[in-house]
């Protein structure tokens, strides 16, 4: 009888899956329209990601106990409420400018398959569509979003593998590729080329989000973040490289879609189109579970008093709404605000502007790993991730490190004003209202 719970717990196998579905978004989708004038830099840029994220992926595992108590918890016994704190609000920043990048690139997808919606103002306004009626979904529940998952990781996968398999193809035919672009290989071009390339890579902390239901999670979720992290990061070398080696540079700095029209040159538009259908819908259903995640982390965040309390209020069975129309409200603002830049520019700030929020977390983890004083060979990696993270930082740019800045002050602020609040309203007077004990934890 006791055994019976054991099905529910996530095995070896069920948890390498979530750090794969994780990482494998709709970013590596638009990708090779921001790295295309890259060139040769590409290339490099996706090795030296790889090999980074790995070493990440190693520290962050090693902070994991048996408990399986989640990120925030390991990095708040390393250093503190505070640290926690701002390692949860880069991670949800992080989710913000992803469900931005993730609406665009479902919006992009369509406008293939809808020639109409190809302008870039009709982008962005398609974009703020699937997010609004995203969280009109997650507001009635969550119950269908079982039901796309396997259906999208299908969508996602399939995609990358054919591009690959077409170069395949032309390689063993003799065909000529198109060349890269003309662009000198500079420690620049590299760091822009790792800082854009990382984005698609980030999703492995993902496997530190369940909380007590990983099965024997001290061995099964260092193993599924390294090994995943490898799969996908090789995955995405040979597809994106692909790309680059099947169209010319300039139809992919402009293209909405390039891996539809890499399918184009080999196979025809009928293909094409239900390529771009396909990313659209796994863009799509990869938006709808950024929503609910968003949702659910500030609502966990205003729970503990780090933010404003009507973000607790919920509906039916304990649906934050409060929390998750807040949270798609700050996206919408990303995609409306940046809507007079092209498609590509648009996607790239967004994607910068997550990568610079997620390297705090992964540069915090990193350090409370060697916190932990592992020993000679177990500290080389985590110090290259380490490394690693400051080289993307500097990759991001002046701009996206400035927005990272000022909304890692701003949740700084709001933190700081809720426990005076709460603290006010713990200290008032008898005849008020007493505050609920924890209120301000």
């Not at 490099?44 to 070493?55: E, F, I, M, N, R």
């Not at 003799?174 to 590299?190: M, Q």
């Not at 060979?377 to 290259?384: F, S």
């Not at 500097?394 to 609040?421: D, F, K, P, V």
Request: hydrophobic share 60%; with cysteine; charged share 10%.
């Amino acid at each position: 009888m006791p055994d019976r719970g054991a099905p529910q717990l996530l095995g070896a196998w069920m948890t390498a899956a979530l750090v794969v579905g994780g990482i494998i978004g709709s970013g590596i989708f638009m990708l090779p329209v921001a790295l295309a004038p890259l060139g040769a830099n590409a290339v490099a840029g996706w090795l030296v990601s790889g090999v980074g994220a790995l070493c990440i992926a190693f520290a962050l595992s090693r902070l994991v106990t048996a408990d399986g108590a989640g990120l925030q918890a390991y990095i708040e016994r390393g250093f503190g409420p505070l640290a926690g704190f701002v390692v949860a609000w880069c991670f949800l920043v992080s989710t913000w400018a992803a469900n931005a990048a993730l609406a665009i690139a479902a919006a992009s997808a369509t406008s293939r398959v809808i020639p109409a919606f190809a302008d870039p103002g009709w982008v962005a306004a398609l974009a703020v569509g699937f997010i609004a009626f995203l969280t009109a979904v997650n507001a009635a529940g969550a119950r269908a979003m079982g039901r796309l998952a396997v259906v999208t990781t299908l969508l996602k996968i399939l995609p990358l593998i054919a591009v690959v398999v077409l170069v395949a193809i032309g390689s063993a035919q003799g065909r000529d590729f198109e060349p890269l672009a003309a662009s000198p290989l500079t420690i620049d071009n590299i760091a822009l080329a790792v800082a854009l390339t990382l984005f698609a890579l980030t999703g492995f902390e993902n496997a530190l989000a369940p909380v007590g239901k990983v099965r024997d999670p001290a061995r099964n979720i260092p193993r599924a973040m390294v090994i995943g992290t490898a799969f996908v990061a090789l995955l995405y070398l040979l597809s994106s490289s692909s790309v680059l080696l099947l169209l010319p540079q300039s139809q992919v700095a402009t293209s909405a879609a390039p891996f539809a029209d890499a399918l184009v040159t080999q196979w025809g538009e009928g293909a094409a189109i239900l390529a771009a259908l396909g990313m659209a819908i796994a863009a799509f259903g990869a938006l709808n579970g950024g929503i609910m995640v968003a949702g659910e982390a500030s609502y966990s965040m205003a729970l503990r008093g780090d933010l404003p309390k009507v973000l607790t209020r919920t509906r039916g069975a304990n649906t934050p709404v409060a929390s998750q129309l807040a949270s798609s409200a700050i996206v919408i603002l990303l995609v409306f605000f940046n809507s007079s830049r092209t498609t590509a520019g648009l996607f790239q700030f967004v994607i910068l502007l997550s990568t610079v929020a997620v390297l705090v977390v992964y540069l915090i983890g990193s350090l409370a790993a060697l916190k932990l004083r592992p020993g000679p060979l177990a500290a080389l990696p985590i110090v290259a991730g380490l490394g690693f993270a400051l080289f993307a930082f500097y990759g991001s740019g002046l701009e996206a490190n400035l927005w990272g800045l000022a909304l890692l002050a701003a949740g700084l602020a709001i933190r700081t004003l809720m426990h005076r609040l709460n603290s006010s309203a713990a200290t008032a007077p008898a005849a008020a209202p007493a505050a609920p004990p924890g209120s301000s934890a």
